[in-house]
């Protein structure tokens, strides 16, 4: 596999991974979502221009993810995180 295939293979095994915790395989709870950013983002939570060293705001950056209102994250809605916060580093140093 090129390398962008494995980033892709990856990602999705990251979400499927966390979205199992609870039983609902296809979204994550509001509790496996923070895990995730804690577990598999913990230097990017630190970094101060992206404000998500705050619990409050990564409170509202889950709850902001929710497009459709559903109180849960779902695949599409997970990649606009990881494609955003991408875009949010990309030509910055991401480092604390």
């Keep these: 596999m090129?390398?962008?295939?494995?980033a892709m293979?990856?990602?999705m095994k990251v979400f499927d991974t966390y979205?199992?915790?609870?039983?609902?395989?296809?979204?994550?709870s509001k509790a496996e979502a923070k895990t995730l950013?804690?577990?598999?983002?913990?230097?990017?939570?630190?970094?101060?221009?992206?404000?998500?060293?705050?619990?409050?705001?990564?409170?509202a950056l889950l709850k902001g993810l929710d497009f459709n209102g559903d109180a849960v994250v779902d695949f599409n809605e997970f990649v606009i995180l990881v494609a955003a916060l991408t875009c949010a580093c990309h030509g910055r140093s991401c480092k604390k």
């Design 37 to 59: 950013l804690e577990k598999e983002l913990p230097g990017l939570l630190k970094v101060p221009y992206l404000h998500l060293w705050n619990p409050g705001e990564v409170e």
């Design 9 to 11: 293979a990856i990602l």
């Design 2 to 6: 090129t390398q962008l295939e494995t």
């Design 19 to 28: 979205a199992a915790a609870d039983g609902d395989k296809d979204t994550l």
